[in-house]
């Protein structure tokens, strides 16, 4: 969607500029040949028979006409390079050009050494000359147009290895943005198989519709292998790409800012802008029957449009704490700015002295903002990984206590049977039961209660190690799994947690509340019991505390065979 804004605000520009960049020195007088001389051959127009012929020369009215045209170069000022003497001719590439020079009375046609490509289907036909240029010193061209295009042409002159450095500095520029943008898309593309996440494949297909875009506008496209295949198609070939982009964009801004839990309307807003994309794609071919002018007016009102509801809803989006929506917005507004200075440029320089802006501001921008929502894509995948994390924490904790529920509890102790097994080390189990715990419930009440089973959770942790673990098995119970601990080892922690819990008291609900516990050890060292057989011996042996008075331990030993 910003790549639309950014093509329809530059094509702007480019079609005020002629009109408004008139004061920019040229380098030659240009006059047509009148109509009424058709076509003659070259040696009548450059040994100067027609020159009486020539007139002002205005490349709209001339283009009227149809079929092709000469035209009439005369030089307005000295040109004496120190290197190779060139010639470059600005124009579409649907025009065929023939430039021919005098040299000793005799007629000599001008050799096109290369074409480096422009932005809107335009290149530079560069031709050596045979030397350098005096002032009033005349060439004449022969304008041959086949098929649509760029309705361009000028002329200029300029050093030959400036002019071949400035197109091998733009070609490696674009090449490099292509494949950066491509890369990014790849990579995306090849998340979307492994998390099989929507964002991703809407990601991938409009970042490398994007890249589509700039290689084709820039006409570097035109000229590359297989990419060429699209010359035909002139402007249809950036201008497809970048409204499917746009569909793409519609449906990635929903994802990413989270429309259908938040805002469902919008949310359906985007998939009709979206639709509206899809058929301004295919509406190009209007042109075909004469409509191309109501296509383009409508396209614009899309375009400018959406970028704004686009940028508001962004907005809103990260006010409400959506941060991938902040890397969205940064996205945007980097591409914007290039979009609003070069289409500023534009409208008082001419293109060629905006090449800076249209070769390298625009595409570095677009790559730029391809990496700041790839940041946002990742930043969102940061927080459903967070929000999975605290969902899972949450099945698996007891929401009173903290500490695990009964489930992820056995869950727990088998995975720590199986590791100390295969390594040849016991485990050691705790289970605690609250002392009287009934009697506190129904003398203080259960807010009550359930403050003393939280109350007694610090102690317990204070006598564990990192690789312990504690769980409400029900109710009043707790069970805690020791690794590789020994009966005698389990023994002395349980003794150290009945102290601990025994200093602890309860306040706010009257008189205080001493808590006292009886605890159960079971060990596989000597009852020779894994996992839940564990639990049973330690849950009989509180039973044989309980027995003996409470707020004590009782080790399990083995049942008589």
């Given at each position: 969607?910003?790549?639309?804004?950014?093509g329809?605000?530059?094509?702007?520009?480019?079609?005020?500029?002629?009109?408004?960049?008139?004061?920019?020195a040229?380098?030659?007088?240009?006059?047509?040949?009148?109509?009424?001389?058709?076509?003659?051959?070259?040696?009548?127009?450059?040994?100067?028979?027609?020159?009486?012929?020539?007139?002002?020369?205005?490349?709209?009215?001339?283009?009227?006409?149809?079929?092709?045209?000469?035209?009439?170069?005369?030089?307005?000022?000295?040109?004496?390079?120190?290197?190779?003497?060139?010639?470059?001719?600005h124009?579409?590439?649907?025009?065929?050009?023939e430039?021919?020079?005098?040299?000793?009375?005799?007629?000599?046609?001008?050799?096109?050494?290369?074409?480096?490509?422009?932005?809107?289907?335009?290149?530079?036909?560069?031709?050596?000359?045979?030397?350098?240029?005096?002032?009033?010193?005349?060439?004449?061209?022969?304008?041959?147009?086949?098929?649509?295009?760029?309705?361009?042409?000028?002329?200029?002159?300029?050093?030959?290895?400036?002019?071949?450095?400035?197109?091998?500095?733009?070609?490696?520029?674009?090449?490099?943005?292509?494949?950066?943008?491509?890369a990014?898309?790849?990579?995306?593309?090849?998340?979307?198989?492994?998390?099989?996440?929507?964002?991703?494949?809407?990601?991938?297909?409009?970042?490398?519709?994007?890249?589509?875009?700039?290689?084709?506008?820039?006409?570097?496209?035109?000229?590359?292998?297989?990419?060429?295949?699209?010359?035909?198609?002139t402007?249809?070939?950036?201008?497809?790409?970048?409204?499917?982009?746009?569909?793409?964009?519609c449906l990635?801004?929903?994802?990413?800012?989270?429309?259908?839990?938040?805002?469902?309307?919008?949310?359906?807003?985007?998939?009709?802008?979206?639709?509206?994309?899809?058929?301004?794609?295919?509406?190009?071919?209007?042109?075909?029957?004469?409509?191309?002018?109501?296509?383009?007016?409508?396209?614009?009102?899309?375009?400018?449009?959406?970028?704004?509801f686009?940028?508001?809803?962004?907005?809103?989006?990260?006010?409400?704490g959506?941060?991938?929506?902040?890397?969205?917005?940064?996205?945007?507004?980097?591409?914007?700015?290039?979009?609003i200075?070069?289409s500023?440029?534009?409208?008082?320089?001419?293109?060629?002295?905006?090449?800076?802006?249209?070769?390298?501001g625009?595409?570095?921008?677009?790559?730029?903002?391809?990496?700041?929502?790839?940041?946002?894509?990742?930043?969102?995948?940061?927080g459903?990984?967070?929000?999975?994390?605290?969902?899972?924490?949450?099945?698996?904790?007891?929401?009173?206590?903290g500490?695990l529920?009964?489930?992820?509890?056995?869950?727990?102790?088998?995975?720590?049977?199986?590791?100390?097994?295969?390594?040849?080390?016991?485990?050691?189990?705790?289970?605690?039961?609250?002392?009287?715990?009934?009697?506190?419930?129904?003398?203080?009440?259960?807010?009550?209660?359930?403050a003393?089973?939280?109350?007694?959770?610090?102690?317990?942790?204070?006598?564990?190690?990192?690789?312990?673990?504690?769980?409400?098995?029900?109710?009043?119970?707790?069970v805690?799994i020791?690794?590789?601990?020994?009966?005698?080892?389990?023994?002395?922690?349980?003794?150290?947690?009945?102290?601990?819990?025994?200093e602890?008291?309860?306040?706010?609900?009257?008189?205080?509340?001493?808590?006292?516990?009886?605890?159960?050890?079971?060990s596989?060292?000597?009852?020779?019991?894994?996992?839940?057989?564990?639990?049973?011996?330690?849950d009989?042996?509180?039973?044989?505390?309980?027995?003996?008075?409470?707020?004590?331990?009782?080790?399990a030993?083995?049942?008589?065979?």
């Amino acid at each position: 969607m910003r790549g639309l804004l950014a093509g329809w605000m530059i094509g702007v520009a480019a079609w005020l500029t002629p009109a408004l960049s008139a004061a920019a020195a040229p380098a030659f007088d240009v006059q047509v040949l009148e109509a009424s001389q058709a076509d003659p051959p070259s040696a009548a127009v450059v040994v100067g028979g027609l020159d009486s012929h020539f007139g002002q020369f205005n490349l709209r009215e001339t283009r009227k006409r149809g079929g092709p045209f000469w035209l009439k170069l005369r030089a307005l000022h000295d040109f004496t390079p120190a290197a190779v003497p060139a010639l470059v001719a600005h124009k579409g590439r649907h025009m065929q050009l023939e430039l021919y020079a005098t040299r000793a009375g005799q007629s000599v046609s001008l050799r096109e050494v290369v074409e480096l490509p422009l932005f809107r289907a335009a290149h530079d036909a560069v031709f050596i000359l045979p030397e350098a240029l005096k002032t009033g010193q005349t060439l004449y061209a022969r304008v041959d147009p086949q098929g649509r295009g760029s309705e361009e042409l000028s002329f200029e002159t300029a050093p030959l290895d400036d002019v071949l450095a400035r197109g091998a500095d733009h070609a490696r520029m674009i090449a490099l943005a292509f494949g950066a943008l491509m890369a990014v898309s790849l990579a995306s593309l090849l998340l979307w198989f492994v998390l099989s996440d929507r964002l991703f494949i809407l990601y991938a297909l409009m970042i490398s519709l994007q890249a589509l875009y700039v290689v084709y506008f820039s006409g570097h496209g035109f000229d590359w292998p297989i990419l060429s295949y699209a010359r035909p198609l002139t402007s249809y070939a950036w201008n497809v790409p970048i409204a499917l982009s746009g569909a793409a964009a519609c449906l990635f801004v929903r994802e990413i800012a989270d429309l259908r839990r938040f805002s469902p309307r919008i949310y359906t807003v985007f998939g009709w802008l979206s639709v509206a994309f899809v058929l301004l794609a295919f509406s190009n071919l209007a042109t075909l029957v004469g409509l191309g002018p109501l296509v383009a007016a409508i396209g614009n009102l899309i375009f400018v449009g959406s970028a704004a509801f686009t940028l508001v809803v962004a907005f809103m989006a990260w006010r409400r704490g959506n941060r991938a929506s902040g890397f969205f917005l940064i996205a945007w507004g980097v591409l914007e700015a290039v979009t609003i200075a070069t289409s500023i440029r534009l409208l008082f320089t001419s293109a060629e002295d905006s090449d800076r802006l249209l070769f390298y501001g625009l595409p570095l921008s677009m790559v730029g903002a391809s990496i700041f929502i790839a940041l946002g894509v990742a930043d969102r995948l940061r927080g459903q990984r967070l929000a999975l994390t605290e969902a899972e924490r949450r099945a698996q904790t007891d929401p009173l206590t903290g500490v695990l529920n009964r489930g992820a509890l056995v869950e727990r102790l088998e995975m720590a049977c199986s590791r100390a097994r295969s390594r040849g080390l016991p485990i050691g189990l705790l289970f605690i039961d609250l002392d009287h715990f009934k009697e506190i419930n129904d003398s203080y009440g259960h807010p009550a209660g359930d403050a003393c089973l939280a109350a007694i959770i610090p102690p317990i942790a204070a006598e564990l190690r990192q690789s312990d673990v504690v769980g409400r098995y029900g109710g009043e119970e707790f069970v805690v799994i020791l690794s590789s601990a020994s009966s005698v080892a389990a023994h002395a922690i349980a003794e150290r947690i009945r102290e601990r819990v025994a200093e602890v008291s309860v306040d706010g609900y009257g008189r205080p509340i001493r808590l006292t516990c009886s605890i159960g050890v079971a060990s596989s060292d000597t009852l020779g019991v894994w996992g839940l057989h564990l639990i049973a011996h330690a849950d009989a042996a509180v039973y044989a505390a309980k027995r003996a008075g409470r707020n004590r331990v009782k080790v399990a030993v083995p049942l008589a065979a």
